[in-house]
């Protein structure tokens, strides 16, 4: 009679047994790698809400775009012809408003900076001294380094005065037309009741404002400043937050500038944007948000350094707003809807 | 034809009694060469490289630690004593005190304290610290990147195939000498 169940000898039981644990090890441990890369984290540090904008919020629309003459754009300004002028690289290249190259400036060394003076007189700031050039590109003076740390990131120019923003000093430098020194403002001082400018990454910027005064970002604080030319403390506005009415991360704004009516317009990096506040500093609008510059907001998640990032924005007497990309290396050029 | 016997055939008892000498001993003698090769010269231990790590917080959930061998370390030449750290701070804190609802660590690990106007010090209480790299992302994703992860050799079991190495999306582990056993910055990123 055949026994109803076979059964296994040792070394065929043991055979089978090793080869299923083979197996299933095997498929497991595939699938545990496969899973383990590609879980989502639950310690994720989550911006996402910040990083689109409420369209509500958006009063500018894009009507043009350039790429920028020559790489490693840094900064921009509107001369007093509505002209264009872009820092990249080791040049400064003027663009007309339709996006035409027309004069270029060929620096020493890398462009960190640039005013244009309404008489044409170029300002061009490098990291350690300033370089002065008439409305045709010939170079008039080279103003020395006040000091060895001095590192230029923002200028601004009148009919009497050049002011430079110096990220390694942390100071606004008063220069007078010859490019004499003459005044130092923002520098910590308790008495005269000046707080400090606080630059954890090379962005200062100074802008002259129609009503007399200069506003200056301070990115350590999260706000904007005013002071007199002479260097009086007069106010500020800004408050730290991811949220689109405050200032993200560590350092922002990381450039101003002003529209005809005073409202300022401001740009951060990190959560790459360009907003629109009032002169006393309520959030009005968004320019451009997040979602408009996404390599910028990408430079930020790379390992590379956050200082590679940022944005730039220069304001023309039709009140259009040319936004520099510098990740990107291309200019925008934003109209008010409507 | 009968096959031949041997003259003393080994009984089941004997066999494993054999096999369990000879497997203890194999294993005596792998621990005792591990540890005697672990200090000395040409050993390597597991490291994070830090310009690798991509903070996707499988260092606290994939150690064979309880708590993870992997800490978060700062480098303080690195930071920029920020006011709002975004590695301390959470994406929208209500105001930039040490309240539990502003802070981005889920152990708190990150003790902050005033140095001066508007300067603050951050440090990390590694009793605390997960290894989640929270923090880090905050820190690298705003700032200069002066907190990064590393793993701590006093925890850390050195096992032949790391846990956290085998789940690791940045491929950021890697062996490094026992002579230099950490990977630190010096330079923001």
């Known amino acids: 009679m055949k026994p109803e169940f076979e059964l296994f000898d040792r070394r065929k039981f043991f055979g089978v047994v090793t080869k299923a644990a083979a197996l299933f090890s095997l498929a497991g441990g595939t699938k545990a790698g496969a899973q383990d890369k590609g879980t989502a984290n639950p310690f994720a540090y989550d911006i996402s809400r910040f990083q689109k904008t409420d369209p509500k919020l958006i009063a500018y629309e894009e009507v043009a775009r350039w790429p920028v003459p020559h790489k490693d754009a840094r900064r921009l300004a509107i001369g007093p012809d509505n002209q264009l002028y872009v820092c990249a690289g080791n040049y400064i290249n003027s663009l007309s408003r339709a996006g035409q190259r027309g004069l270029e400036l060929a620096l020493t060394g890398p462009a960190c900076c640039v005013a244009v003076a309404r008489d044409g007189t170029i300002f061009a700031g490098q990291r350690d001294h300033i370089e002065v050039f008439n409305p045709k590109g010939a170079r008039l003076a080279r103003w020395a380094a006040p000091d060895p740390k001095t590192w230029l990131t923002g200028l601004a120019a009148d009919d009497k005065d050049v002011f430079a923003a110096d990220a390694g000093k942390l100071v606004v430098l008063r220069y007078d037309r010859a490019g004499k020194i003459t005044g130092r403002i923002g520098t910590k001082d308790a008495e005269r009741n000046v707080p400090g400018f606080i630059v954890p990454s090379p962005f200062l910027d100074v802008i002259i404002c129609r009503d007399g005064l200069l506003r200056v970002n301070n990115p350590g604080r999260h706000r904007i400043e005013a002071y007199t030319l002479?260097?009086?403390?007069?106010?500020?506005?800004?408050?730290?937050?991811?949220?689109?009415?405050?200032?993200?991360?560590?350092?922002?704004?990381?450039?101003?500038?002003?529209?005809?009516?005073?409202?300022?317009?401001?740009?951060?990096k990190g959560i790459p944007r360009v907003k629109i506040y009032s002169v006393t500093g309520e959030f009005e609008s968004v320019v451009a948000g997040a979602e408009s510059f996404p390599e910028n907001a990408h430079a930020c998640n790379d390992l590379n350094d956050c200082v590679h990032g940022g944005i730039d924005a220069a304001v023309d007497s039709d009140g259009r707003i040319y936004i520099l990309d510098i990740v990107a290396s291309d200019v925008r050029v934003m109209k008010r809807k409507g | 034809m009968m096959e031949p016997k041997p003259a003393n055939p080994l009984t089941r008892r004997q066999l494993f009694r054999g096999a369990a000498r000879m497997m203890t001993m194999t294993g005596l003698g792998v621990a005792v060469g591990a540890l005697a090769t672990r200090g000395a010269k040409g050993a390597s231990v597991w490291q994070i490289d830090p310009a690798r790590c991509l903070h996707c917080g499988n260092c606290a959930t994939h150690c064979v630690l309880e708590q993870s061998a992997v800490k978060c370390v700062h480098a303080y030449a690195v930071c920029g004593y920020c006011q709002l750290c975004t590695g301390f701070f959470a994406p929208e804190p209500n105001e930039l005190t040490t309240a539990a609802e502003n802070q981005l660590c889920p152990t708190a690990a990150i003790k902050r304290t005033y140095v001066e106007?508007?300067?603050?010090?951050?440090?990390?209480?590694?009793?605390?610290?997960?290894g989640c790299a929270k923090c880090v992302e905050g820190c690298n994703r705003f700032g200069n990147g002066s907190l990064f992860l590393q793993i701590r050799h006093d925890r850390c079991l050195n096992c032949n195939e790391c846990a956290i190495a085998r789940a690791c999306p940045g491929d950021a582990f890697r062996r490094v000498p026992v002579e230099h056993p950490y990977l630190l910055k010096t330079t923001s990123r």
């Open chain 1, 230 to 268: 002479d260097g009086d403390f007069e106010g500020a506005w800004g408050k730290p937050s991811a949220a689109i009415e405050g200032f993200c991360g560590c350092c922002n704004p990381i450039a101003v500038t002003a529209l005809a009516d005073g409202r300022m317009v401001t740009c951060e």
């Open chain 2, 117 to 130: 106007d508007p300067y603050y010090q951050y440090s990390i209480d590694e009793q605390l610290c997960i």
